[in-house]
């Protein structure tokens, strides 16, 4: 589980395929705190550390294995050496709770409609598969690429955020581009409240 406040923009540093996909992504954690098996969420995915590395040529690095489900239903398929990636380790008992719950099962691949200043901040539109538009709700929370986010407004086929300077500086966001590919997961309680729906209407 986690919050969706990003605490490291990791650097992919080598993508191999071989039965799946395996990725090297660097970061400024600390490696020898991470347990073998630990739970990162990389840009909305919650992934597994099946190794860690620590030298001088790269600093500090773990790798995750990623299956073709994941790569087919999430952007890990476009990633390549260069790739920002938010991350965040999983939240602890007792954890500030700053975003809101955010568990990195990726709903589906959103893409940046428009980007245009909007006073100090930014805002983003983001056009979502059209089954997830009704979840997602004005003043509402959703995570992008593993960043908690409020909705601003909700339109015909597309919803907006804003993003401000501290959020720009510390996430991926500011790579992106209309037309870019984003992870998308709607908050927790619209799904469990659209699959109570589903069961009054049978």
């Keep these: 589980m986690f919050t969706g406040i990003v605490t490291d923009v990791g650097e992919v540093l080598s993508v191999d395929d071989d039965g799946g996909r395996r990725f090297v992504i660097k970061t400024a954690y600390d490696v020898a705190g991470i347990e073998l098996g630990a739970s990162i969420c990389c840009s909305g995915a919650c992934m597994t550390v099946v190794e860690m590395k620590s030298d001088q040529a790269h600093g500090n690095s773990f790798d995750i294995d990623v299956s073709f489900e994941s790569l087919s239903k999430t952007t890990l398929g476009d990633w390549k050496p260069g790739t920002l990636v938010n991350l965040e380790r999983s939240l602890s008992l007792g954890d500030e709770l700053g975003g809101h719950l ?9 893409e940046v409609a428009d980007i245009h200043d909007d006073g100090i901040s930014q805002r983003f539109t983001f056009t979502p598969p059209k089954e997830l538009l009704p979840l997602i709700a004005q003043k509402g929370s959703v995570a992008i690429d593993g960043v908690s986010l409020t909705v601003n407004e909700v339109g015909e086929g597309c919803f ?9 500086t510390v ?8 037309g870019s590919s984003v992870n998308i997961e709607i908050d927790m309680l619209a799904r469990y409240v659209a699959r109570q729906m589903e069961f009054r209407n049978f």
Excluded: C, E, K
Aim: glycine share 16%.
């Design 102 to 110: 955010v568990s990195g099962h990726v709903d589906g691949v959103a």
């Design 160 to 168: 907006g955020v804003n993003l401000i300077p501290h959020t720009l």
């Design 171 to 178: 996430t991926s966001f500011g790579q992106l581009r209309p």
